[in-house]
């Protein structure tokens, strides 16, 4: 009976807690016309794998160190390619109402490891892989937090003489 | 820790009771309370289909490995030494943080010099939980599997969600249809 209401609940909060209260981190923002070389500064500056792209306010396109790599370095363009030529334009969004569930599906369906969160195409956070597994972790702390920090508990050797 | 067979009062901690001498680690062990704890404490690690790790000597070049991350379409190499055993993992995030607009004509450098060595790994045979906590903890997206040292899967962290997700329809199905 406990069982089975434990894992209902989990079931239960991934259908109805939305994108919010995972709490989006703060996108950074570029101009479509800015040169990657200014995203790859950004990126490195914030400690971040993905900036969105915006014209004016609205967004139009993500840039994540997976275009780096396959759209810019390995086809031999220079960082000063402006992003509107080397981003993924378009990409799916989620807004901070979706259910997390629907946040999961969209990551999976297209292998995404963000997701732009926005509110009527304005960009207010960025979702991302790993925030959603911290959250579906906190479902079962005692699991995960409670371990040691090494499998083997014990010594391989009798320590001293 | 109170001794369940005899009622002695120990220590929190204690190994084995102080009045009746019953081993009683097993007992500070977390119990797991329903199919997804469960899963997670008792499954090994090669119970999760993983994708063969891509790997790469450490005589290769930024270069190669650029191109292999690309026709590989992988976020992470496993860098081997001569033997095979893992000695480093190289990443998209190595290139973006360590070379890009730093490095010039880093095409033709060894990957030993940028690669983040001796990551963090976990053997097949370990259980899940582990998993989740070197990824949820250290913060890695990428958790090389070895055996005898040997890179023999990897372990991102959307497998991982992929992983969960399963396993928490399947927890909620069964309880719905048990209803």
């Given at each position: 009976m406990e069982c089975r209401e434990n894992s209902m609940d989990l079931t239960r909060n991934l259908k109805n807690e939305t994108v919010s209260r995972l709490y989006p981190t703060q996108p950074w923002l570029l101009q479509a016309t800015q040169p990657v070389a200014d995203a790859v500064k950004l990126m490195r500056e914030k400690r971040v794998g993905c900036v969105l792209v915006c014209e004016q306010r609205l967004i139009v396109g993500i840039f994540t160190e997976r275009d780096l790599l396959r759209r810019v370095l390995s086809k031999g363009k220079s960082l000063d390619t402006p992003m509107q030529e080397c981003m993924t334009p378009d990409p799916v969004t989620v807004h901070p109402k979706d259910s997390i569930s629907s946040a999961i599906k969209h990551m999976q369906k297209g292998g995404y490891r963000h997701l732009p969160v926005v509110i009527d195409e304005k960009p207010v956070g960025i979702l991302s892989v790993k925030r959603i597994v911290h959250y579906l972790v906190e479902h079962f702390p005692t699991m995960v937090y409670n371990l040691p920090p090494h499998p083997q508990p014990t010594q391989p050797k009798r320590e001293g003489a | 820790m109170i001794c369940p067979s005899c009622c002695q009062k120990n220590l929190p901690g204690d190994d084995v009771c102080r009045h009746c001498k019953q081993p009683l680690t097993s007992f500070d062990r977390p119990q797991p309370e329903n199919q997804v704890e469960r899963s997670l404490m008792y499954d090994q690690v090669k119970t999760l289909?993983?994708?063969?790790?891509?790997?790469?000597?450490?005589?290769?070049?930024?270069?190669?490995?650029?191109?292999?991350?690309?026709?590989?379409?992988?976020?992470?190499?496993?860098?081997?030494?001569?033997?095979?055993?893992?000695?480093?993992?190289?990443?998209?995030?190595?290139?973006?943080?360590?070379?890009?607009?730093?490095?010039?004509?880093?095409?033709?450098?060894?990957?030993?010099?940028?690669?983040?060595?001796?990551?963090?790994?976990?053997?097949?045979?370990?259980?899940?939980?582990?998993?989740?906590?070197?990824?949820?903890?250290?913060?890695?997206?990428?958790?090389?599997?070895?055996?005898?040292?040997?890179?023999?899967?990897?372990?991102?962290?959307?497998?991982?969600?992929?992983?969960?997700?399963?396993?928490?329809?399947?927890?909620?199905?069964?309880?719905?249809?048990?209803?």
């Open positions: - | 289909k993983q994708k063969p790790p891509v790997t790469m000597s450490h005589s290769a070049t930024i270069g190669d490995a650029m191109a292999l991350m690309v026709a590989a379409n992988v976020g992470a190499l496993l860098i081997v030494d001569e033997v095979g055993r893992l000695v480093g993992i190289f990443s998209e995030r190595d290139l973006l943080k360590k070379i890009v607009g730093d490095v010039a004509d880093y095409v033709n450098l060894p990957i030993t010099q940028f690669m983040t060595p001796r990551p963090e790994s976990v053997a097949t045979t370990d259980t899940l939980n582990f998993v989740l906590q070197k990824m949820d903890a250290g913060g890695y997206r990428h958790v090389p599997v070895l055996e005898n040292g040997k890179p023999v899967g990897i372990i991102s962290a959307r497998d991982m969600l992929r992983f969960l997700t399963r396993l928490c329809k399947e927890a909620g199905e069964r309880g719905a249809s048990a209803l």
